[in-house]
């Protein structure tokens, strides 16, 4: 368990740059009570749609997905808790984690005794709110800090939580941005957690900054993005469009990716998909601090897209993972926690990550005995400065000795030691003079 250090004054939300653009869309959308379902989640969506043209589609309550149902909708107007006396001791407008998500409406008066099963603090950090849900239990409970718990006197206490459950709607956002071919691309995050930054407004802001990124220039792939609550919400969408899996071609779940720490990638269920490959990849050439870790069944909607009836090429990436960072889950997860500079690293990250898998081709070498003579083509000895013409000349000698119909430019890239744009630029260059060929992918 790891403290991320936070710096000692928020940033700065600044226009101009993508990391302060971002970091004042997570500053908007940071007082917002989300939850699986209800208003919170809506305006979340709402605001989305500002920057991108999202789709929102509103599924009724009691839909069933596979094993599961589309719960009651949660909304929630305050809540409190006072002392006999009438002093406020636990107000849900100085904090929205003060309520347990999904807690049922609630109006009395208890004893200490009484109200303590339906208290959560944490005793580690007394300053800190936790962050509880009670999604599909029927429960209430208020969350506070250790220390303000420890005050409450014996006596009475008034409660109130003036929240709804009832018939109504699960949101999901999505926007499609599509590309030459149908196979797609599926990006997704979770949009569920009330005023928490890392986790998980941070996916949010990279995920709509990324697709107003890829909308921007003709994509080789379809591009989907997805904003919904997390499991249940990835659950239904996998629901209404099981015919369209089929396409995904690739796929990442975005999840904690503004704090400073480094990135994290889980590979998909399958170990060695396209994604896994490309993001080893481009994280071993960034000289950025990773980790690659193998595929579990926990985190976040990687576990539902890579079930085994669905199995799909889906890896998630973070930055430090969920559970591993001391604010996880908790009031402290807030803007501190997260640097404009860190989401920009990590769209910059998935950018270069979707520019190689669109770029990741495979061809078929036209001149394949012996080496062809790169020179009278004016291919060799012409590229760039010394060192960097050294790396180029390699590369039109592996894309031509790889070119075999069965290796990839990302083959090509891992087997030489070179990075993916240098074999990149060799393949345009032999293709250029007509020594390669490109196959369907
Ligand atoms: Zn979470």
């Known amino acids: ?24 869309l997570m500053t908007r959308l940071y007082p917002i009570c989300r939850s699986i379902t209800g208003d919170g989640l809506r305006e979340t969506l709402r605001i989305i749609a500002e920057y991108i043209p999202l789709t ?31 002093e406020t001791v636990v107000d849900f407008r100085d904090s929205n984690l003060h309520v347990m ?21 944490l005793p580690d950090h007394p300053d800190w709110i936790p962050y509880r849900t009670t999604y599909y239990t029927d429960a209430w409970g208020f969350c506070l800090q250790h220390a303000r718990l420890a005050a409450l006197a014996e006596g009475e206490y008034e409660v109130c939580i003036d929240a709804s459950l009832g018939d109504g709607h699960l949101s999901l956002g999505e926007v499609v941005i599509p590309g030459r ?24 802001v990279v995920a709509t900054f990324l697709a107003r990124h890829l909308a921007v220039a003709p994509r080789e792939y379809t591009y989907r993005v997805l904003f919904v609550p997390g499991m249940i919400g990835a659950l239904t969408w996998l629901a209404l469009n099981e015919d369209r899996l089929p396409k995904i071609r690739a796929g990442l779940v975005l999840a904690c990716v503004g704090d400073p720490g480094g990135f994290t990638y889980k590979r998909s269920r399958r170990g060695d998909a396209e994604i896994d490959r490309v993001m080893s990849h481009v994280l ?14 926990d985190g976040y909607d990687e576990r539902q897209y890579n079930s085994p009836g669905f199995d799909l090429p889906v890896g998630a990436l973070s930055r430090t993972p969920h559970g591993q960072f001391a604010e ?22 998935v950018r270069d990550v979707l520019d190689v898998l669109e770029a990741n081709r495979t061809y078929q070498n036209l001149s394949p005995k012996g080496e062809p003579r790169l020179g009278a083509r004016g291919l060799y000895r012409s590229m760039g400065g010394r060192v960097e013409r050294a790396a180029n000349e390699l590369a039109l000698l592996w894309v031509l000795n790889l070119s075999d119909g069965r290796h990839s430019l990302l083959d090509v890239a891992e087997r030489s030691g070179l990075t993916f744009p240098v074999v990149k630029s060799a393949a345009d260059a032999l293709a250029g003079v007509g020594l390669l060929r490109e196959l369907e992918r």
């Not at 929102?56 to 599961?68: K, L, N, S």
């Not at 071919?181 to 949010?204: F, K, Q």
Request: glycine share 8%.
């Open 181 to 204: 071919r149908g196979e797609e691309v599926l990006i997704s995050t979770h949009a569920c957690h009330p005023s928490m930054c890392n986790d998980n407004l941070s996916g949010i």
């Open 1 to 24: 368990m790891t403290t991320v250090v936070p710096a000692t004054e928020p940033p700065v939300a600044r226009a101009g740059d993508p990391g302060g653009e971002m970091y004042a």
């Open 101 to 121: 998500s999904y807690s049922r409406p609630v109006r009395g008066r208890f004893s200490l005794e009484e109200l303590r099963p339906h208290l959560f603090s």
């Open 328 to 349: 996880y889950h908790t009031s402290a997860d807030d803007l501190t926690l997260v640097r404009p500079e860190s989401l920009a690293e990590s769209l910059d990250l």
């Open 284 to 297: 071993r050439t960034s000289g950025r601090t990773h980790r690659i870790v193998e595929f579990s069944p």
């Open 56 to 86: 929102i589609r509103e599924v009724p309550t009691g839909t069933q997905v596979f094993d599961w149902q589309v719960p009651r909708e949660w909304n929630i107007a305050g809540a409190y808790i006072k002392t006999a006396s009438g």
